[in-house]
């Protein structure tokens, strides 16, 4: 059946995979929610004990206002195997228990004119604010008690995660698994800028005063840029058992005091469940990627707070850069001091995109000579003059400068059309072979630096399912679903190469 509905439907813009009820793991490692589910003659075939958690994973895969749509075959199950009586009460309760209402019902005959079969219609729908998800964001944000910015730091340290790296989360029907490595990289990664400039964290906070996590191993990164603390990156000798140090000390911070005071309201039961590790012996090499972070421990949230998070990280991050520096102005005027919000701004930002450009610019440089180096729109190949280099996935919709994301392009086709455009399921259809090409022969050929860092933030970043050793047609995949999740959650419009500048 798949393999005839890829014959009949050979749209690019269509993604397929397998899975089944009601475990659908694959989907799940893939981070996918959608604004429509439809099960059409699904239903009689998963077992009745297994129903509420089939259920309960379909919901928790529908965006808020997203449809539900069952079609249910009622009568003759008894004559073949495998099949179970279904019927529309049982969804209307499933329904309430998971705050779906009915929209809509209907009813007709069989199609093939069974006498004994007929068809139930049900079509579900999930309250816009359904989840609390916002709201209870918007507690921790503003209302929460703070006696330090360890609350912000930590939710902003997840909202991180949610926006880059959901290929490390592991995802269950009502929740999502994260490295507490990750966590407590992200966490270095924002203070280390603010705690070098010597904005306050603390009320009595001056610089490295009284910070829990500012220990042996943070001093011996001191030298290290708080850009560089991103997974991918390769640190060896005394700087990477410095950095060993400096994660198991976030770590230990984070979960004695951010991850157990953080709660819901009027409770004191926590958001977010950590389990720590033993971090053992520090290494005298260290790359950062999900299996070195998830030897730290783990840390679990709600599922509807990390959706939420994933999919509005461009609205709940500048809440809480400007709540975290409000609270920082706060300290400091207890401390007779008024910080220049210039720096802060500088500080509180998270990245830049030009770093990396030009280490892809060099690995492209060899290519270049040899006259191999191909524009991965238009398969014209380059010159010098004309090699820009591109983020497929738009910078302005998705600060991403991971190396499968910085692909080979002609300037003019790159600045004058592209721009910071998404491109289309077509675009990426035709440019397929071009961009595995510049991955294997820029990125995999360049050295095991090169090549260990191109895999570890895939495997970070894009949802690549349930292989450890994803092949480039996994990563293209990935890609695909990342196209879709930035198309439908954040509206980004479309780009697709005119016939002008397609190759041929």
């Not at 539900?68 to 049982?90: C, D, H, I, Q, V």
């Not at 004191?268 to 033993?278: E, H, Q, T």
Request: aromatic letters at 8%.
């Amino acid at each position: 059946m798949l393999d005839g509905a890829r014959a009949r439907h050979r749209s690019p813009a269509i993604v397929w995979f397998r899975d089944q009820l009601p475990s659908l793991e694959n989907l799940f490692r893939r981070g996918a929610s959608f604004d429509v589910i439809l099960l059409n003659a699904v239903w009689m075939h998963v077992r009745p004990a297994e129903r509420p958690r089939a259920f309960r994973k379909l919901v928790s895969l529908l965006k808020p206002g997203g449809l539900l749509a069952f079609t249910l075959r009622s009568g003759g199950e008894g004559g073949e195997p495998g099949m179970f009586p279904a019927n529309a009460e049982e969804i209307e309760k499933l329904a309430r228990n998971h705050g779906a209402f009915v929209v809509r019902q209907g009813r007709s005959t069989d199609g093939l004119g069974r006498p004994e079969v007929h068809w139930e219609q049900i079509a579900l729908k999930l309250s816009d604010d359904g989840t609390g998800a916002l709201p209870l964001l918007r507690h921790v944000i503003l209302n929460d008690a703070k006696s330090a910015t360890y609350k912000l730091g930590l939710l902003r340290s997840v909202a991180r995660a949610a926006d880059g790296a959901f290929g490390m989360a592991r995802r269950e029907a009502g929740s999502v698994t994260l490295p507490l490595g990750l966590l407590a990289l992200n966490w270095l990664r924002l203070y280390k800028p603010l705690v070098e400039a010597e904005m306050p964290q603390r009320p009595g906070n001056r610089g490295q005063d009284g910070l829990g996590f500012i220990r042996e191993g943070w001093r011996g990164i001191s030298d290290v840029p708080a850009r560089d603390l991103r997974v991918g990156n390769t640190f060896s000798g005394a700087t990477a058992k410095a950095l060993h140090r400096a994660i198991r000390d976030a770590c230990k911070n984070m979960v004695e005091m951010p991850i157990n005071f953080m709660t819901y309201p009027g409770s004191r039961i926590p958001v977010l469940a950590a389990r720590k590790l033993p971090a053992g012996k520090p290494p005298g090499r260290v790359i950062i990627d999900r299996d070195y972070l998830a030897g730290f421990g783990e840390v679990s949230l709600p599922a509807h707070l990390w959706n939420a998070l994933a999919r509005h990280d461009a609205w709940v991050e500048p809440a809480l850069v400007a709540e975290w520096t409000a609270l920082m102005d706060r300290y400091a005027k207890r401390q007779g001091r008024t910080l220049d919000q210039t720096e802060v701004a500088r500080a509180m930002t998270w990245s830049e995109p030009s770093r990396d450009v030009q280490f892809v610019r060099d690995i492209s440089d060899a290519l270049l000579e040899n006259g191999e180096l191909y524009c991965v729109w238009t398969g014209k190949r380059l010159t010098r003059k004309r090699r820009n280099i591109d983020h497929c996935m738009p910078w302005a919709a998705w600060p991403c400068d991971d190396l499968w994301n910085l692909l080979p392009a002609n300037s003019g086709v790159n600045q004058r059309q592209k721009r910071a455009l998404l491109p289309s399921a077509q675009a990426l259809h035709i440019a397929r072979d071009r961009i595995c090409s510049w991955w294997e022969n820029g990125y995999l050929a360049a050295g095991e630096i090169a090549e260990e860092r191109f895999y570890a933030e895939a495997r970070s970043s894009l949802p690549l399912g349930p292989s450890e050793n994803p092949g480039l047609d996994d990563l293209f995949h990935g890609l695909q679903l990342r196209r879709l999740a930035l198309r439908a959650d954040q509206k980004v419009d479309e780009w697709t190469p005119p016939p002008a500048v397609l190759p041929g």
